[in-house]
């Protein structure tokens, strides 16, 4: 049974930054490919960023790129995000996502196991 447990969310200032971890148990993280969304209210949930499981190449949203990196620890099973120059438009319910099957995805229905989100608030 494979199983997420995101960690790291908390209220920050504008300017802050932020790490999100994303614990692994019952599957390689060497086999998936990771992601992270998030979600805030009333909108639909957004891709962040996506390392894929081979070669760990890493690809951003717009909105994301240059702020924000995603890596991983094989050996800890854990996949991060981290967010540097937070903005107040960056506060949402964040998701990290594995995907099966190879290549990258950029929507959540191309993932197939999720996390419950850990929520991140950035004040003005």
């Known amino acids: 049974q494979t199983r997420l447990v995101e960690s790291g969310g908390e209220l920050v200032q504008a300017g802050g930054s932020l790490r999100l971890s994303c614990a692994v148990s019952?599957?390689?993280?060497?086999?998936?490919?990771m992601g992270w969304f998030r979600q805030s209210p009333g909108k639909e949930r957004a891709f962040v960023a996506t390392?894929?499981?081979?070669?760990?190449?890493?690809y951003y949203a717009n909105s994301a790129k240059g702020r924000f990196t995603i890596s991983r620890d094989i050996a800890k099973n854990t996949a991060y995000l981290q967010m540097n120059s937070l903005i107040p438009e960056d506060t949402a319910v964040y998701y990290c996502?594995?995907?099966?099957?190879?290549?990258?995805?950029?929507?959540?229905?191309?993932?197939?196991?999720w996390g419950q989100g850990t929520q991140v608030t950035v004040s003005s």
């Open positions: 019952g599957r390689s993280l060497s086999t998936v490919t």
């Open positions: 996502a594995a995907r099966l099957g190879g290549g990258v995805g950029y929507y959540k229905d191309d993932y197939d196991f």
């Open positions: 390392i894929s499981w081979n070669d760990g190449d890493t």
